[in-house]
Structure formats: structure tokens, C-alpha cells
């Protein structure tokens, strides 16, 4: 079976920071490009960042310069590091893993508040 685990969130207050881990099984990991998503709320679930087979990674411009996006190929695991973090980053996190299929993991809350 297809498996991504995300872990690391929880609460911090503005400015701080937060590394997200998402570990897959069950796929051949390094033939999937993966993401981050995210959903507050009320919102739609949004693009958060990607990250290729290659390592070459894409962030939406909310993020771009505060979160980095990582995978280790030999662990089967993709990163999301998130500093100066803002109360609009509040919300439900997941994992996605893109190929010619798609697979979502369970996801992990991030809340941001003072």
C-alpha cells in the first residue's frame, strides 16, 4: 500500500519556526514529484511548494525566501523547513506525491498564533 506519513506541526508564534517531514512508502520515491499543500479553513487547498525527482523545487509566492522545500531520495522523505512564520500560514498540511498517479497523506496542523 501507498503511504505518506507527514509529522512536525504544531503551534509556534509569529516569527518562528517549524520543519515538516513527510515520509512515503510504497512508491517508487524518486520517480514522484512532490509537494506541499496546505488548507485553512473555508479556503481551498492551495500549492504550497514542489519539489522534482531532481531536487529542483518551486514555492508560491507567499512563501518564496521563508520555507524550504527538501527531499532525501535514500529515506524516501520530503521536508518543508518554514521560518518567519505568519499567522496566514495557519492550516492543514499534506503531502502529495505526483507521478502519473497522485497520492495525498493524512496531513499535519500548523497553527501560528501569539
Known amino acids: 500500500q501507498v503511504q505518506l506519513v507527514e509529522s512536525g506541526g504544531g503551534l509556534v508564534q509569529p516569527g518562528g519556526s517549524l520543519r515538516l517531514a513527510c515520509a512515503a512508502s510504497g512508491i517508487v520515491f524518486s520517480g514522484y514529484t512532490m509537494g506541499w499543500y496546505r488548507q485553512a479553513p473555508g479556503k481551498q487547498r492551495e500549492l504550497v511548494a514542489t519539489i522534482t525527482s531532481g531536487g529542483s523545487p518551486n514555492y508560491t509566492d507567499s512563501v518564496k525566501g521563508r520555507f524550504t522545500i527538501s527531499r532525501d531520495n535514500a529515506k524516501n522523505t520530503v521536508y518543508l523547513q518554514m521560518n518567519s512564520l505568519k499567522s496566514e500560514d495557519t492550516a492543514v498540511y499534506y503531502c502529495?506525491?505526483?507521478?502519473?498517479?497522485?497520492?495525498w497523506g493524512q496531513g499535519t496542523q500548523v497553527t501560528v498564533s501569539s
Open positions: 502529495r506525491a505526483n507521478a502519473l498517479r497522485r497520492y
